[in-house]
Every structure is written in structure tokens, then in C-alpha cells.
């Protein structure tokens, strides 16, 4: 059973200070994969204050691309010292945590489809390895590069892997309502568009109308939930919010 | 035109010190890139003295595999390490240089067969940049990870990217006979197995003997020749031994 489950950049980092890792965070994290015993693991993290800001100093996004190599270096690396530390964070712990850089694996067409061959990424976690992706910027097609997201990658890996689960650890305990208080289930976009500031096109942006409507899309049931229950999730619960 | 170009491992390292690079040959071979003009290229780098050592001290070979974690991180680890150098001799004269290793690019199935997706490397190429691929670690079906050396890349590339032009870069000039004398072209395995000690067998292992079966088996022109014909060989030039 195919779980893929992404730790958000901003769990796993200190946001506010430019490629610094938020160790306890970190180290809790692994803690909660290596004491699960989940074997058949894909994961995914974002980049935080490693991705983000080096990505802002040259302008690429998503739709903005650069063929300035000095800024594709940057970007890349910033994102495999991060990847290097979570992946050394789990295989201390005893995860078998191998990376999988998306720069090296996938590419956009001209339009910024995404093609990501899963075969490779199958073979690791069939050989008892924890591939371990991050955000990053991929070649894209009349762009030079763009940014691929942690949340893209997870849409990707698991229509690619025929996932059962899916999770989305942020640095809230879920999808919010207007009170603050978590949205337990969510089946349907227009239920909780008006929470999310979204509109229900498939271009919307911002973080989490764009995770909800991304995860919408999944034939297995998603959860988004905060750091506290990341154990829980792995245990097999559905902590947060679930999205089918 | 794409042009696949092999710099050898023992070309650009101190083949005798572990994780050493020869910081001169290396700067003479980007040089010769850089001077050349040649865009449409791709390279591939062996191991030297950042591959071997690692490899051979946890028993990886291209039939022997691993599934240890630590072992997979460090032989990968060292030839990242190696790759970062490439690419910054290669950046630092202008030859927009970035890496794609194979570890997240490609995998073997359980008879060994490589699959290596090569559209993430022509989306590469076609926007302008210069893909750097190595040796490295790749998954292999039932044998946890073996070695992908970069001899077995310049043939993949070569066919996946239908290149016209082929060059391998190694220590020695050309493909030698019994006198030490460069045989200046090579049609037919038989004409030159008496020279390389090899059987005619595809399964033939061994540097020179394996390069000469694998290059003749490739529709475009291979020229083996040595650090000092490299500009001449970027240049049009047929130095060395052409393989055809």
C-alpha cells in the first residue's frame, strides 16, 4: 500500500531566515516515520526557506521561467542541501531515505504539463528505499526552468503510483473555516470555496484553495493536518481534513 | 547536432588519491568546451577517484548490488561531489553547465536492462543548456542499486538522442595496438580483438575491449582519443581512433 505524503517547507524550516532548518521540527518528523514502520513510503517536502526566497531573488515561478544556469544552480541547490538534511534525518533513524531530485527526472511541455517518469521513483520504493522528492526548478519547454511545487509533486506521485494515501503535512492542523476551527471532510469544492478565498477555476493560486482543489482531483482519499499528527496519519487515522 | 562527449574519469581526477580532483586537467578540458562554441552538446563524466573507491569498498558493481542505504548515499554522495565540480569549472567559463544525475533519472530492470528516460535531457539541451551526467548508483529490480558506469550512458545517450557525433574522451590517445601505435579506425570488432584481449562475446568486460563493442554498436561516429585531442575533436576533427 502506496502511501505518498509531503512535509510542508515551513514545518521542516525556520521561515523567516533563509536556508535554516528547523531541526526540532525536523527531527520530530523523522522520529514519527521511523516509529511508524510504513514501508511503502514516497515523500515529499517543500522548499521553505531554502526554495523560496532564492526563487524570489530571480524571479521564477511556476509560469516564470530563467535560462540564467546561475540561477537554476542556486535554486537546485539550495533545494538538495535541504533534501541532503532530511534524508540524512531519516536515515539516521533507520528510514532507507534516498533522494530523487526532480531536476534530474522530469521536465514541462511548452503549455507546463508536467512529465515526471514514475518508473524510476516505483523502482526505488520496490526495492525497500523511501524516495525522498522535493520541490525544485524543473526545464520547461520555451522557459528555461520554472518552479515545480511540493504540491504538484504530490498530485504527480500519486496518480503515478496508484497511491491508496495521501498526506499533506502543514503548519496548520487542517483546512480552516471562518472560526478557525477544522473543516473535518471536504467532498466538494463550492462547500468551502467560501473559506478559502479561491475561485473554483483550475488556475486558482495560494496555498491552500490550490491544495484542496489539487487533492479534490486524487482518486485516494487525502488528509491535511498539522505536525502533532503526523503519527496518527501514518498509524493509519485520518486526522485534520479529509479530501475525497 | 548533439554531440555526446565522455570526459573519463581518470581524466579529470588523481586517480591514485580517493575524492581528488586533478584541478589542471579539469580546467584544460573546460577550457576546450568553453572555446569551442559547440552548444548542442552533451557530457558525461566516469568516477576516477570519487567513483571506484566507494564503490569497490562496499562491493558495487554493475551485477553486484546493495541495499544499503548508507552505501547508496555515499557512492551517489562522493559522485555528486565530483558533478558539482564539473559543472562549476564548466560555469565559471561560460558554458551553461547543470547536472542531471542518473540515481533520479533512470533505473534497471531485473535482467539489468537501463531505462533512461532521455526527453528531461533533450528539454535540457533544446533550451539551451549543457546536461552533465556521471557514473552513479541507479535502482536495479531485485538487486537493490548497482553501478551505472559512464561508458553504458555515452550509449544511451548517444541512441535516446539520436546524436551525430560521439566523442570519449580517456587517458591514452586512441585505441592502441601491440606496438603502443594509435589505430587510427575500427569497423569490425574482429580487425582489433587480438590488441584488446577481449572475447567477441557482447557480455566482454574491461575498459578498452567493452568501449570498442559498445561505441560499434551505436549508429553515429565514435572517436576515442586522448586530453590533448579534445579541442580538435570538439572542433570536427576525427582525432584518435574513430569507431564507426
Do not use: W
Request: proline fraction near 5%; include cysteine; charged fraction near 20%.
Amino acid at each position: 500500500m502506496t502511501v505518498v505524503l509531503k512535509l510542508g517547507g515551513s514545518v521542516i524550516t525556520e521561515k523567516d531566515t533563509p536556508d535554516t532548518i528547523d531541526g526540532d521540527a525536523l527531527a520530530d518528523a523523522a522520529d514519527a516515520i521511523a516509529a511508524s514502520g510504513v514501508t511503502d513510503l514516497v515523500l515529499v517536502h517543500g522548499g521553505g526557506s531554502f526554495g523560496h526566497p532564492h526563487a524570489a531573488a530571480h524571479d521564477v515561478s511556476r509560469t516564470e521561467g530563467t535560462q540564467d544556469v546561475a540561477a537554476v544552480r542556486e535554486i537546485h541547490g539550495a533545494m538538495r542541501e535541504l533534501n541532503d538534511a532530511v534524508c540524512d534525518g531519516l536515515v539516521e533513524r533507520g528510514v532507507p531515505a534516498v533522494p530523487h531530485h526532480p531536476h534530474s527526472a522530469g521536465h514541462r511541455d511548452a503549455d507546463g504539463t508536467l512529465s515526471l517518469p514514475t518508473d524510476p521513483i516505483a523502482a526505488k520504493r520496490d526495492e525497500g528505499f523511501v524516495p525522498v522528492l522535493h520541490g525544485d526548478v524543473v526545464t520547461h519547454i520555451g522557459s528555461g526552468v520554472t518552479i515545480l511545487s511540493g504540491d504538484e509533486l504530490v498530485v504527480a506521485l500519486a496518480e503515478g503510483l496508484s497511491a491508496e494515501r495521501v498526506g499533506v503535512c502543514s503548519t496548520v492542523p487542517g483546512v480552516l473555516d471562518d472560526d478557525g476551527e477544522v473543516i473535518p471532510a471536504i467532498e466538494n469544492y463550492a462547500d468551502v470555496r467560501r473559506y478559502l478565498g479561491g475561485s473554483d477555476d483550475t488556475d486558482v493560486t495560494g496555498g491552500m484553495a490550490a491544495k484542496v482543489h489539487a487533492l479534490l482531483g486524487l482518486r485516494a482519499p487525502a488528509s491535511v493536518f498539522g505536525p502533532d499528527a503526523l503519527a496518527d496519519f501514518l498509524g493509519g487515522e485520518q486526522p485534520g481534513t479529509l479530501i475525497r
